[in-house]
């Protein structure tokens, strides 16, 4: 599996993958080296516990394309938290609706 992701701009990413003491996944993206974004999640859970991409970085699709590498990672796909912020609603929101209007070859090449 290619552990990198692209934004809306074509500009591609590495994603690395670890592990917390208390078992959660953390997924890391860097661009030239330098980490812009972290999503952590429970295994044991079908949702990110907490994500953060840099400002600078913002507004490219990347915590989008992180979601769509982390569901391929894991087998399923993710829920949104029972304890979302306004800013994760609207993120789900849009995320809800893109993924609706994907075609079906589109779909299946995000796996």
């Given amino acids: 599996m290619p552990r990198t992701i692209t934004d809306r701009e074509g500009e591609t990413y590495r994603v690395s993958r670890s592990r917390t003491w208390?078992?959660?996944l953390v997924f890391t993206v860097r661009h030239e080296g330098k980490p812009i974004a972290r999503a952590m999640l429970a295994y044991s859970q079908a949702w990110v516990l907490?994500?953060?991409v840099d400002e600078g970085y913002r507004r490219r699709?990347?915590?989008t394309a992180l979601y769509d590498y982390i569901e391929s990672v894991i087998g399923h796909p993710l829920k949104p938290s029972p304890a979302l912020q306004?800013?994760?609603r609207a993120f789900w929101?849009?995320?809800t609706r893109d993924r609706e209007s994907r075609t079906p070859a589109e779909c299946q090449e995000l796996g």
């Fill in 61 to 63: 699709r990347i915590a």
């Fill in 22 to 24: 208390k078992r959660q």
């Fill in 86 to 88: 306004p800013d994760g």
């Fill in 93 to 95: 929101d849009f995320r």
């Fill in 50 to 52: 907490d994500i953060e």
